[in-house]
């Protein structure tokens, strides 16, 4: 595990904004700043993803270059990740620029970026290059006083290790740690890590086909959710909006919270949340009597398109292995539902509620050694 990055700086862009990170990554790099930039790093033959993760983890901070084409999914997944690695290490790495956007737009796209400070490509390039410029210096300044204390620390830990040991008079080979366990090979984690994703798979395509099967779901094309959805907003009440992802071992509820794993929320069904090939199911109400005039409209999406995934790094610590890989197609499946009316206190809304199943776009496993052999302990 690396205590200290090896880059100053990483830059997440859009690939129709590649000049204004080429501008940048030259004038930094002149600046003897040692920038982390894909035109530079990638390989014929690698995996892009994860050639993007290692040099997420090896960056000292983060400069997302923002604009409309910035929207597309795999910059945003790139600057969420570092977020959320971010506030686990209550820190601010993260340098925005903004090009072709106002404050307010990225207020209002962006809310965990609302309390950072941006510089904007409308004052000129020159001026972005020289603000970033002075704010990874002074990054880097905070970086040297923490390798200072760290040393320091390492140095107290190593005297007291030193003097203890020689008070002890055991035999250290006849007390083997886990260090000595030999390391799964990559193939093997490889294995473990798919089976459990089958194993989740199987659980989610048993649940909807007793759901398809209970509920007489129709296979119907997406433009007939469209249509329901058009009939729910035909009231004037105001809509509740909830949200919920679960992983099988983790779920996590409200919008705030689905925004940090990188999914985008959405008030209406027309996003398919990077779903490009799936099968879509329906589940009409049929009122109880001509007088009944709830409204009620299901749906479910299945992603057709498997799970694919990439192991980055995998560490020991203790009597654990850390490994973290990187998804794809990792939303398996989604469920809305439309409701009106609904009771929240003494108002009628409307209720729209959507559930996400799968994985998280980045997950850490833990294997732990049970039995002789190493097995998935936990995910994170």
């Known amino acids: 595990m690396k205590f200290f990055k090896s880059h100053d700086a990483f830059i997440s862009y859009a ?3 590649k000049p204004i990170a080429e501008t940048i990554a030259s004038y930094l790099k002149e600046k003897k700043i040692k920038v982390w930039y894909l035109g530079h790093e990638l390989q014929v033959g690698d995996s892009i993803s994860s050639v993007i993760n290692t040099g997420l983890r090896n960056s000292k901070c983060i400069i997302p270059i923002l604009s409309p084409s910035y929207l597309r999914h795999w910059p945003i997944v790139e600057l969420y ?17 903004l090009h072709n956007l106002d404050i307010e737009t990225v207020n209002r796209d962006h ?18 290059c020289k603000k970033l410029h002075t704010a990874i210096l002074k990054n880097k300044e905070r970086e040297r006083l923490r390798k200072i204390k760290i040393a320091s620390i390492i ?21 083997p740690s886990v260090n000595s366990l030999p390391l799964p090979s990559k193939q093997f984690l490889q294995q473990a890590i798919q089976d459990r994703a089958d194993e989740l798979q199987a659980k989610l395509d048993n649940k909807f086909q007793k759901k398809i099967a209970l509920e007489k779901g129709q296979v119907a094309p997406f433009d007939s959710i469209t249509c329901a959805y058009n009939k729910f907003l035909s009231t004037s009440n105001k809509v509740q909006n909830c949200y919920e992802f679960s992983s099988g071992s983790t779920i996590i509820t409200g ?11 959405s008030d209406s069904p027309y996003n398919k949340y990077g779903i490009s090939s799936s099968e879509c199911y329906s589940f009409g109400y049929k009122p109880h009597s001509p007088s009944d005039t709830i409204f009620y409209y299901s749906f479910c999406l299945l992603n057709k398109d498997q799970l694919t995934f990439t192991i980055d790094t995998f560490y020991k610590s203790g009597e654990r292995l850390n490994v973290y890989v990187t998804n794809k197609q990792y939303i398996r499946s989604i469920e809305g539902f439309f409701t009106f009316p609904v009771k929240i206190g003494r108002v009628l809304k409307r209720k729209y509620e959507i559930h996400f199943n799968g994985h998280k776009p980045s997950e ?17």
């Not at 190593?158 to 006849?174: G, H, K, N």
């Not at 919008?255 to 929320?265: C, E, P, R, T, Y």
């Open 155 to 175: 140095s107290v830990i190593a005297i007291i290790c030193i003097t203890s040991f020689s008070f002890l008079s055991l035999d250290i080979s006849e007390n």
């Open 15 to 17: 690939i129709e904004d």
């Open 364 to 380: 850490k496993y833990v294997f732990e050694m049970r039995d002789g052999s190493w097995k998935i302990y936990g995910v994170n």
């Open 81 to 97: 990740t570092f977020i959320i690695d971010d506030r686990k290490r209550k820190q601010n790495r993260i340098l925005p620029v």
């Open 111 to 128: 809310p965990l970026l609302v309390d950072l400070y941006s510089i904007l490509t409308k004052d000129g390039l020159d001026i972005v």
């Open 255 to 265: 919008a705030k919270n689905i925004i940090d794993l990188g999914i985008f929320i």
